[in-house]
């Protein structure tokens, strides 16, 4: 099913007129800044806000004291820190004050007293007995495991065994627009906070927690949002709160809006891995065992880390078959900024080390890389390292479909033999990924929407997903505007607001399309019926016999007779008939063995491979990447613009992260807090991106589609990573791959310390 529906929310950005939280403006508003903590852990022994106070313009200097409710639950991140500080950035005061320069005068004016404690940087260090505890009871937040087969006896069977380190790096979202929060005090004593955030609920609840007050006294509404990308969840949770403060104490609205910097410094980031990798095989490269064991940085607090980590037990050992594997994964606190969700979630890690393992692997058997995946790669009926069979699998299509746009065969044979100082290199790699939350998600898979159809046909349409810039309102349009047969242009999306839809969860896990299309589906489908039992008494015909098509509204059997969707909409209206539908959907029940690791880990997942081209020039280390072809099977492209566009963005994010991207710390303290230091890649680093969509339709999906958002990004890292590794004829295992870094590999040099 092909098509493409206008993006219903361009117009508005396109022409500057979409409002995003710092364009708010309320009477009497006041400027919220943020004194941070200088140390990575340390008790707080006393705060003097006196001198502070006394700047003209303050209104108010708050600690975590002051917080009528809990500043956050246990291990969690706090809204303001009361006793204790854990990362250099954690908040200790808020200034609320008449202008940001007034405020911004005040921080450095409150004197903090600390006591410096013992710190832990190193996840590994951390897990050792005696390391400095970031947290009482140990720097441990979760273990996860796979078992399956017996794996002494697999390696016993391997005729050749790979043992391999990997390391991926630090990232911070980068989205255009850093976090903002607006909080309103209303006079019926709730309060309203305005802001730009992908998980509303869980936003509510943690403000309502520390306000001391009930979840319906707390509304959150949705602005324009200015880029997620997994962030703005407990970032904007506790920014919405801090905000929420100062207005209640005011009372007045209260803005805060964080600059760049403070973006760096405060907010999570995606979760740096040490990752250790045993793999046996057979000389005809039958895979027969796997022992895995991958440690997550989480930083000093929970955040989505058990959530996180438990993904990437399941995909740790890839997309292939292998009869005997052990898998651990562990989160680790430790003093550094806490990390949490960034686009894959928990994926990418895993996928670069296991993608890299299988390219070095091919290498030493004399194997071409494709034919080695083809191997063992999953087909109908496999079974995953978790023990689930897999259904509906399109891993060896997408395989085919990128080795064939990319000239495969041919150019990996050519740039196996080139001489001179600049070299090319093909790499590929592939995936699976399991859809939207799965048994190891944050509670109920579920999500509601409600469509009204009015008098005049339009149609208003509500739902608690979040929409954070990955289109889900125009997919929701294109099932709505299938299922009923009205133009897009009569459709219009209420913004998500708490007080007025229900709890649908986090927009997170690729589960937007799936679980809330399918919402959105159920609430058309309702409209469908009851329109259909009017406009066939109008008629004189069987409801079953209607269509609904192009405004109208008919006989199958003969389109000649109809009615506008209009005319029944109205005729509705003078009947009495409810036009208002709620649509809620669950997803599948799964079970889970935990102690095992075996069981139904998501009930669908999706299949994606990917290629890329790249040219490295032997005297810098500098890597070129020429084109970069990408297959994912999206079941049923509900808008193939769309499509191609998020898989071309979840591209150039890969590639940042395979060559530029890294957030430097040390000791805690992170070392580069702007777009000068922190290197994005623009669209000269990112070649020529070449979306291949792969329809193979899922009967979970809406219409047959899958999520997309996380998969884009995936596993662009390992085939840029195979690529340089063909084109120099040497391995590397870490990313970034900067090219002080390859120049190091090509010259054998070992870093400075």
């Known amino acids: 099913m092909k098509g493409s529906l206008k993006r219903v929310d361009a117009y508005e950005k396109v022409t500057g007129r979409a409002k995003y939280v710092a364009d708010l403006k309320f009477p009497g508003m006041v400027e919220v800044k943020v004194l941070r903590s200088p140390y990575a852990h340390a008790l707080i022994r006393s705060i003097d806000t006196r001198e ?47 202008t940001e320069e007034a405020a911004a005068l005040a921080l450095e004016k409150i004197k903090v007293e600390y006591e410096v404690l013992p710190a832990v940087f190193d996840p590994e260090e951390a897990l050792k007995p005696g390391a400095p505890e970031v947290h009482p009871g140990g720097n441990l937040v979760c273990q996860h495991k796979v078992r399956r087969g017996d794996i002494r006896e697999g390696f016993k069977e391997a005729e050749i065994i790979l043992e391999r380190t990997y390391r991926t790096q630090r990232v911070y979202h980068a989205a255009l627009e850093p976090e903002a929060a607006i909080a309103v005090p209303e006079p019926s004593g709730e309060i309203t906070i305005y802001c730009p955030t992908k998980s509303p609920f869980n936003m509510r609840r943690i403000v309502a927690e520390a306000m001391g007050m009930d979840l319906n006294r707390i509304r959150i509404v949705e602005t324009t949002i200015g880029g997620s990308f997994g962030g703005k969840d407990y970032d904007m949770a506790v920014l919405g709160a801090r905000a929420a403060l100062a207005a209640k104490v005011t009372g007045r609205p209260a803005r805060i809006v964080l600059t760049r910097e403070e973006s760096i410094l405060e907010s999570t980031k995606r979760h740096p891995y040490i990752l250790h990798y045993r793999l046996g095989a057979k000389r005809d490269g039958t895979l027969c065992a796997l022992e895995v064991k991958a440690i997550a940085d989480a930083g000093a607090y929970v ?75 999953f087909r109908e009926g496999s079974v995953a390292a978790c023990g689930q069979v897999l259904h509906e699998v399109s891993l060896r299509e997408c ?10 065969e041919n150019k990996r044979k050519a740039y196996s033999q080139q001489q001179g100082l600049k070299r090319r290199g093909i790499g590929m790699a592939c995936s699976f990924r399991g859809s939207c939350l799965g048994a190891g998600g944050e509670g109920l898979d579920a999500a509601g929407a409600a469509i009204i159809v009015h008098r ?36 219009s999306f209420n913004p998500v607001d708490t ?136 079941g049923n492209a509900l808008n193939e613009r769309e499509v191609k566009g998020q898989i071309a963005g979840g591209a150039a994010m890969g590639i940042g992260y395979a060559l530029l991207e890294e957030v430097k710390a040390q000791e805690g303290r992170l070392l580069n807090l702007s777009y000068s230091n922190y290197l994005l890649p623009t669209t000269l680093d990112t070649g020529e991106i070449i979306p291949l969509i792969v329809e193979h339709p899922d009967p979970l999906g809406p219409l047959g589609a899958r999520g997309l958002g996380e998969p884009a990004t995936q596993i662009v890292a390992p085939a840029i990573i195979n690529a340089i590794c063909h084109a120099l004829g040497c391995r590397l295992y870490e990313i970034p791959a900067t090219f002080e870094k390859i120049w190091r590999v090509i010259n054998k040099q070992e870093p400075k310390s």
Request: with cysteine; net charge negative.
């Open 303 to 377: 955040s989505k880390t058990p959530l996180v980590t438990w993904r990437s037990s399941i995909e740790a050992a890839g997309p292939y078959e292998i009869p005997n594997v052990s898998i651990d994964v562990y989160g680790v606190f430790t003093n550094n900024v806490s990390s949490d969700a960034l686009r894959g979630f928990g994926s990418p890690q895993v996928n670069f080390a296991m993608e890299l393992l299988m390219d070095e692997l091919a290498e030493v058997l004399g194997r071409d890389p494709l034919e080695l995946r083809w191997q063992n790669g």
């Open 399 to 408: 395989l085919d479909e990128v080795a064939r746009a990319s000239n495969w």
């Open 52 to 98: 502070a106070m006394g700047v003209k313009g303050v209104l108010a200097v708050l600690t975590g004291k002051d917080l009528p409710g809990i500043p956050c639950r246990p291990k969690e991140r706090p809204v303001l820190a009361r006793e204790e500080v854990r990362y250099t950035g954690d908040g200790v005061a808020i200034v609320v004050a008449e």
């Open 456 to 491: 005049d046909g339009s149609l208003s349409i509500s739902t608690g997903i979040a929409e954070v810039g990955q289109g889900s309102r125009t997919a929701f349009a294109r099932l709505i505007t299938e299922i009923l047969g009205v133009p897009p242009e009569s459709l």
């Open 499 to 634: 007080s007025r839809v229900i709890d649908s969860g986090p927009t997170v896990a690729s589960r937007g399309t799936v679980i809330g299309g399918q919402a959105i589906k159920i609430a058309a489908e309702k409209i469908r019926q009851a329109m259909a039992e009017v406009a066939g008494e109008m008629l004189g015909v069987k409801a079953e016999e209607i269509a609904f098509a192009g405004g109208r509204i008919f006989w199958r059997r003969d389109p000649s007779k109809g009615l506008s969707f209009k005319e029944v909409a109205e005729k509705c209206y003078a009947r009495g008939v409810s036009l208002y539908s709620f649509g809620w959907y669950k997803a599948p029940d799964l079970y889970w063995d935990r102690e095992r690791g075996q069981g139904e880990a998501y009930f669908s997942y999706v299949y994606a491979a990917c290629c890329a081209e790249v040219e490295v020039d032997l005297e810098t280390g500098q890597v070129q990447v020429l084109n970069f072809w990408a297959a994912h099977d999206v």
